[in-house]
């Protein structure tokens, strides 16, 4: 329920304004229709202020439509500071630094598929591990893993993990620059040097989708982004930089913490928005370890690419390019990049510091930092939604401006966890979501009740919401045929 | 456990008379989110564990994130085999060891991995019948 003050600015725009709680240097706002605003738990709004009251933000402090409450910024925020005069908060970006969604499309369609279905899951299953304690294939040694968390993608290219085209359809290349290892504790290499290739638990999952023909919104960008056949089958997965970026985060929380109110005389509403002013020493070594975060978390998307591509090439007995396996792209959720925007209410563009913490950039046709590819129609944008009930692949749009080009990154919870795995049962789950035509395999049925569809808002309305307000433009819904929980 | 704190994540509060059985019970916790049966753990490893905080709260929280790291740096999942919690002018500090084995997917029932300990509305309070510790875990 949103809070007394909210002011409605248009039918999907809301401002709670600068009045609404001491502190707020800019007011608040919310992209959501009324009914996903209502839906918001009220420390949404609570959450979206503190961040309003952080030094150096520039414009709103912004929340998406499928926000819920968070630490420090809510999921689904977005704030964008001053490089000399505002801050960076590990807060902003998460304790899974770089978790983002991949899409791979394949020339395969559901009849052709169906019949191996269970195979390839079971399979996929089997390569690629999830759950607590899952360690990859990837056997490196630590000062390996810290030359990976430099070089990104590149790493992966020159090991044979990644095709050239993968790098170009994905953010940045799949390359963090100024990523700097010694940044970076002991403690988070020992935590992921061994879980490269592995999915995590959570919301974190791979599905194997089906693009219907009755759910293309626009059938021309849907071919340009690799859904061409009706029925086309696509690969969409969901994880992060595992307890490497989760270290990294802890560490410079920690470290913010002694320096905020000490140092810098920072007011610090919440020890979950720990900040450092970004041009400080501290700012500029989170900032250097944030992106080696973000390199491994590239990285772990790619070597669960690679053997994406080795399961489905050795059920069909192709090769994976034979079978289409190309990817359409990679997004990230949880990051701070630099970029260039004209803040609202300015006239030119000027370098920022964008916070986006669940809540995915989305680039219009024409902006610089696009693969050639989708130059002209517009950064892709995966936003995924429960296991039951299917995600969407959109792209970026010139209504973006506001928000710094940024869209919503998931449907959202609507449930706690607890209460989902009261309410449901995993064994039931598996079975009726098989009656659905879902193949689940899940590392743990009580996780796989807490991820039940109901626990989840409303995807289609999330994505609607993210078109009506300008932010991003649907282009398909895909629906899972087969489900890898962790 | 509790409900509303959190709609994404895990919260839960523990309360206990002293503050050794409320960090026994925090870690219990905690381990139960990942193994919802602790007793299915064997002790084939043993882990050390010595930390010292001015604070207690930040104690609790550095304590629960060992049990995190273990989990991920080795594999290991760990129960408490003992634990001593002291108290000085100079703050406060705990000697544990815990014991355990790699998780298992085949004799373990595995429940959601625990990304972190967080400091969202986390607290470490004295109470007239104690301690109680609130804390939220990213899952």
Known sequence: MAPQGMVKISDTLWELPASFKPGMRVPARFYATEGLLAAMDPAVFEQAANVATLPGIVGYSFCMPDGHSGYGFPIGGVAAFDPDKGVISPGGIGFDINCGMRLVATSLTWPELEPRLRELVDRLFAAIPAGVGGRGFVKISRDEFRAMSEQGLAWCLQKGYALKEDLERTEDGGVAAGADAAAVSEKAVERGYQQIGTLGSGNHYLEIQVARRENIFDRKLAEDLGIRAPNQVLVMFHCGSRGFGHQVATDYLQKFLGVMQPKYHIPCPDRELASAPFASEEGQAYFRAMKCAVNMSFVNRQVILHRVREVFGEVFGRDPLELGMHQVYDVTHNTARLERHTPPGERRPRDLLVHRKGATRAFAPGMEGLPRAYARIGQPVIIGGSMETGSYLLVGTKGGAPTFFTTAHGSGRAMGRQEAKRRFQGRDLVKSMHERGIYVRAASLSGLAEEAGAAYKDIDEVAEATELAGLSRRVAKLVPVGNIKG | ?139
């Not at chain 2, 870690?27 to 049966?37: K, Q």
């Not at chain 2, 060992?66 to 999942?77: M, N, Q, R, S």
């Open chain 2, 1 to 139: 456990m509790l409900e509303g704190l959190t709609r994404a994540d895990a919260a839960f509060r523990a309360e206990e008379a002293d503050l050794a059985g409320l960090f026994r019970t925090a870690w219990r916790a905690t381990l139960e989110l990942m193994l919802p049966d602790p007793a299915s753990l064997q002790a084939r490893e043993r882990r050390r564990i010595a930390l010292a905080n001015p604070a207690v709260d930040l104690l609790l929280f550095d304590f629960l994130s060992e049990l995190v790291y273990y989990k991920d740096a080795e594999g290991l999942l760990l129960g408490l085999a003992s634990l001593a919690v002291e108290s000085s002018p100079a703050g406060y500090r705990l000697e544990a060891e815990a014991a355990g084995e790699a998780a298992d997917p085949v004799r373990h029932e595995l429940g959601v991995d625990v990304k972190a300990v967080t400091l969202h509305r986390f607290a470490v309070e004295r109470t007239p019948e104690g301690w109680q510790a609130t804390v939220v875990l990213d899952v």
